[in-house]
T-cell receptor, first 112, second 112 residues
C-alpha cells in the first residue's frame, strides 16, 4: 500500500504563472487535507476535502487559491498568478474517517 | 479556536540523555493527538498517535502521554541519539472532525 504521493516534489514558477500541486491519497482514504508551511513557520491548515466536496476551506486565501478532489484522480491545489509570498512547502495528508492522518512528502514551491 | 503551544522551542542535549517535550492545547474536545518529526527540508514522519481514550502510547524509545482534562501531552525520548535531531511537532484535530492544528514545534539537537 503506497503512502500519500505528491507531485511534483519541487516546482519553480515565475510571478504571475499558475502552480498545480497534486496529491494522491493512500488507498482507501477518502479524506484529504492540504497544509502550507511558510519558511521558518509552522504548518497551517488550508483546506479539507472529501470526494467531490470541499468540507472546510477556512485556511485557504480567498483569492487565487482553489482546491478540488474529483471522483477520479488526485486532489489538486491550484494557485493562480503566483507571487513570491506563495513560496512555501505544501503538504497533503489523507485519512480514513476519524483516523490517523498520513502525510505526503510535500511539494516545495519556489516563485521567482 | 484551538491553539497549540510547544515548550521548549529549542533544546540541545548531549547524547544519551532522557528528555521531555511538552505540548499544550486550549480545546480539550479532541479525538486524538499526534506527534510528528520533521527533518530540515523534509516531510513529516508520524511518531505516535494517542486516541482520546488513551493516556499513553509507546514506540521504541518514545513514549507519549495525554491528559485531555488539562490540555497537555508530553513526548518522552529515552537515551537520545544524534539521529533524533529534528523538529518535533504536536498536532491536534479540532472543529468536530480532523482539521489539524499544529504546534509551534520543538527543535531538538542531540550532540554526540
Amino acid at each position: 500500500n503506497a503512502g500519500v504521493m505528491q507531485n511534483p516534489r519541487h516546482l519553480v514558477r515565475r510571478r504571475g504563472q499558475e502552480a498545480r500541486l497534486r496529491c494522491s491519497p493512500m488507498k482507501g482514504h477518502s479524506h484529504v487535507y492540504w497544509y502550507r508551511q511558510l519558511p521558518e513557520e509552522g504548518l497551517k491548515f488550508m483546506v479539507y476535502l472529501q470526494k467531490e466536496n470541499i468540507i472546510d476551506e477556512s485556511g485557504m486565501p480567498k483569492e487565487r487559491f482553489s482546491a478540488e478532489f474529483p471522483k477520479e484522480g488526485p486532489s489538486i491545489l491550484r494557485i493562480q498568478q503566483v507571487v513570491r509570498g506563495d513560496s512555501a512547502a505544501y503538504f497533503c495528508a489523507s485519512s480514513p474517517m476519524m483516523g490517523e492522518q498520513f502525510f505526503g512528502p510535500g511539494t516545495r514551491l519556489t516563485v521567482l | 479556536k484551538q491553539e497549540v503551544t510547544q515548550i521548549p522551542a529549542a533544546l540541545s542535549v548531549p547524547e544519551g540523555e532522557n528528555l521531555v517535550l511538552n505540548c499544550s492545547f486550549t480545546d480539550s474536545a479532541i479525538y486524538n493527538l499526534q506527534w510528528f518529526r520533521q527533518d530540515p527540508g523534509k516531510g513529516l514522519t508520524s511518531l505516535l498517535l494517542i486516541q482520546s481514550s488513551q493516556r499513553e502510547q509507546t514506540s521504541g524509545r518514545l513514549n507519549a502521554s495525554l491528559d485531555k482534562s488539562s490540555g497537555r501531552s508530553t513526548l518522552y525520548i529515552a537515551a537520545s541519539q544524534p539521529g533524533d535531531s529534528a523538529t518535533y511537532l504536536c498536532a491536534v484535530p479540532s472543529g468536530g472532525y480532523q482539521k489539524v492544528t499544529f504546534g509551534t514545534g520543538t527543535k531538538l539537537q542531540v550532540i554526540p
